[in-house]
């Protein structure tokens, strides 16, 4: 399995942009589907983004989709999300996570996950 290292979270107003960054350790990182999910508080964890082998395909919630953007960089063994126009029911921890394969619109088979990083948008 990858392991996974969370960072960029913290507290904006609304309106406000903020990117996540997750970390892989390995030399197989290239060969993960990469998410990002979140939960808040009193809620099920969702699903926010995913983002294929190679970065050419690409799933967005409807509650995030022309706001927040995912990336990789192979190269960097890192998978990013740029978030932009933060609203408050934004605010939950982000996790990233990784698959082998399966579709880019379930959380199913997502068996590596980080720890996690608090982001907090103000109203």
């Known amino acids: 399995q990858v392991q996974l290292v969370e960072s960029g979270g913290g507290l904006v107003q609304a309106g406000a942009s903020l990117r996540l960054s997750c970390a892989a350790s390995?030399?197989?990182?290239?060969?993960?589907?990469m998410g990002w999910f979140r939960q808040a508080p009193g809620k099920e964890r969702e699903l926010v983004a995913t983002?294929?082998?190679?970065?050419?395909?690409?799933y967005y919630a409807t509650s995030v989709e022309g706001r927040f953007t995912i990336s990789r960089d192979n190269a960097k063994n890192t998978v990013y999300l740029q978030m932009n126009s933060l609203k408050p029911e934004d605010t939950a921890v982000y996790y990233c996570a990784a698959k082998r394969d399966g579709p880019l619109r379930t959380m199913v088979d997502f068996g590596s996950w980080g720890q996690g990083t608090q982001v907090t948008v103000s109203s």
């Open positions: 983002i294929s082998w190679r970065g050419s395909n690409t």
């Open positions: 390995g030399r197989t990182f290239s060969s993960y589907i």
